[in-house]
């Protein structure tokens, strides 16, 4: 069980486009889901936390205009860097929270996506 | 915890061997830590957590030890193999009576078994 989704798991898109990645939790209702970012050979960077139904709280220096999240139910969350540039290029991975069961929130991971800005 | 941003430290090691990945976390108050594993091109998977109020938790051939006084975590994988080949992060819980329960991410170790 939890099993958390990713689509498109990698996408190239044209400088100045936009792209949306979708975050799906399969068998369960999220609470809540995360967006990061990872650059090669590095850690994950928090981008924002969104709970369904509300805004998303975005991380400093995450700008919220280009990096719009949409969570629109307790088992989609959609990330969509809008305008996209080179430097977006990254692998961008999401969580969804689960009820305590160990006596946290345990995040599962979804499989990442491949954001390629040509 | 770890600086982010720097790149991964690497440890390699012969298959069959014992393998110890440390860490260093930074909120004395955290709850709970976390260890994941992830395959190059995937998302984190967890592998074993402890809670603050133990030094010791034992998996299968993994093990973690916490150590608090110096803040110090670190993940034991015994006869370590090629499949266990990744990079591993440790994630620190803040007191979950504070209200967020969003971890902290270490800067990870990229572990490489050769056989």
């Known amino acids: 069980g939890a099993v958390v989704s990713q689509h498109p798991s990698w996408v190239i898109c044209k400088s100045g486009t936009s792209v949306k990645i979708e975050c799906r939790s399969l068998d369960f209702q999220a609470t809540t889901m995360f967006w990061y970012r990872q650059f090669p050979k590095q850690s994950l960077m928090l981008m924002a936390t969104s709970n369904e139904g509300s805004k998303a709280t975005y991380e400093q220096g995450v700008e919220k205009d280009k990096f719009l999240i949409n969570h629109a139910s307790l088992t989609l969350s959609t990330l969509t860097v809008t305008s996209a540039h080179p430097e977006d290029s990254s692998f961008y991975i999401c969580?969804?929270?689960?009820?305590?069961?160990?006596?946290?929130?345990?995040?599962?991971f979804g499989p990442g996506t491949r954001l390629t800005v040509t | 915890g770890e600086s982010v941003g720097l790149h991964l430290p690497t440890l390699s090691v012969q298959e069959g061997d014992n393998s110890i990945i440390n860490c260093a976390y930074s909120?004395?108050?955290?709850?709970?830590f976390i260890w994941y594993k992830q395959e190059s091109g995937k998302g984190p998977q967890f592998i074993i957590d402890?809670?603050?109020?133990?030094d010791k938790r034992q998996g299968q051939r993994v093990t973690v030890l916490l150590n608090k006084t110096v803040k110090h975590l670190s993940l034991q994988i015994a006869a370590t193999q090629p499949g266990d080949s990744a990079v591993y992060f440790c994630a620190e819980i803040p007191n979950s009576s504070g209200g967020s329960y969003i971890p902290t991410f270490g800067r990870g170790t990229s572990l490489i078994v050769h056989p």
């Open positions: 969580s969804a929270s689960s009820p305590p069961v160990r006596g946290y929130h345990e995040q599962y």
């Open positions: 909120n004395s108050a955290s709850d709970y």
């Open positions: 402890i809670r603050s109020n133990m």
